[in-house]
């Protein structure tokens, strides 16, 4: 029997390794969904397997994204934009009606990741947590300067920046939008980690950024480490994950392996936590449809290095993908002279 799959974000990295995994099994049908046509990831499928969808945030995103499970058999979403991860959770039962899964961690433990003062209250106690308070007078008594100031909300490294300064601080005024953490001087490793539909850590793999060009890993490597897989488990019970989530931990002024932060989704890298032996992908899918999926698994070390690849495509391929909101295939696209 095979099963459809419908996978969001495959402009990205996540989405796109989510994909390759998918298509990797005999028994999956995997449709690409982006809000952009030129999303890379479209193209990994075959042309009536590739649909748009509204910006994650857009009013209509849901209800589009049901139409395209109706229309298309989808048994499975998986979302892996940070934006459409609560919204869909939020929307959790309306998908249910139809008899599609969703293979995402849970609303709640949505939300204490990506609030990462709810992060920080919930985890603390259970490894070393910076400390982490609302940008306001309290939050800077006491302190070791430099500190560091970011959105309570987030992903990634966008808005982050660093104070060095009690009085730079208090110049900032209050905003329980922002929060005031301590540095974290050492070395930063992420920790992948699946854990079974009770919640039961099946694996959690660390790794290493070896090399890092504007931002983005370029090199890596897979470790096994005690401190650091257990560091992760830790967190992963203490949020509750279903699912999958990337683990952000970082080496503290005692050499601590502390929390830096949570993305309750698949990472870019995951194609190395695959190439290691752990398919997280593969083992979610099975999880969200109540198949068995193993207590225990170990994995390999391995290193990778990137690169960009290059996709050659006719200008109708790209014409040709189904809009979300007419459901039909959009006048084409402007040429430019010469």
């Known amino acids: 029997m ?22 990797a099994r005999r028994d999956t049908r995997v449709i690409a969904a982006d809000m ?11 042309a009536q397997q590739r649909v748009l969808v509204p910006a994650g945030l857009a009013v209509e995103f849901v209800p589009v994204l049901l139409d395209w499970c109706r229309s298309l058999g989808v048994d499975v979403v998986f979302p892996t934009v940070d934006v459409e991860l609560p919204i869909i959770a939020a929307s959790r039962d309306e998908f249910s009606a139809i008899g599609v899964a969703v293979a995402s961690p849970g609303l709640s433990t949505l939300e204490v990741c990506l609030d990462k003062l709810a992060l920080a209250d919930r985890c603390a106690g259970v490894l070393p947590v910076p400390r982490t308070e609302v940008l306001g007078p309290a939050a800077a008594v006491g302190r070791r300067y430099p500190v560091v100031v970011k959105p309570r909300r987030g992903a990634g490294s966008r808005g982050i920046s660093f104070v060095g300064s009690e009085a730079e601080l208090l110049a900032l005024g209050s905003d329980d939008a922002w929060l005031v953490q301590d540095v974290l001087p050492g070395a930063e490793f992420s920790v992948d ?6 919640g039961h850590v099946v694996a959690a793999v660390p790794r290493s950024r070896l090399r890092v060009d504007s931002g983005v890993s370029v090199a890596g490597a897979t470790l096994h480490h005690e401190e650091l897989e257990q560091a992760a488990r830790r967190v992963a019970t203490a949020i509750g994950l279903t699912t999958v989530a990337n683990v952000q931990l970082r080496r503290d002024r005692e050499g601590r392996a502390a929390l830096l932060e949570v993305n309750p989704r698949f990472p870019g890298a995951m194609p190395l936590t695959i190439a290691a032996g752990i398919d997280m992908p593969s083992l979610t899918l099975d999880a969200v449809l109540g198949r068995p999926t193993p207590t225990a698994l170990d994995f390999r070390d391995v290193a990778v290095v990137r690169y960009l690849e290059d996709l050659f495509l006719q200008m109708p391929d790209i014409q040709q993908v189904p809009s979300s909101l007419s459901g039909r295939a959009p006048a084409a696209l402007g040429t430019s002279p010469g």
């Open 193 to 198: 980690v699946f854990a079974d539909m009770v």
């Open 36 to 46: 952009d046509r030129f999303a890379s990831g479209l193209y990994l499928v075959p």
């Open 2 to 23: 095979t099963t459809t799959v419908l996978v969001t974000g495959v402009g990205g990295p996540a989405g796109i390794s989510v994909v390759r995994s998918l298509l």
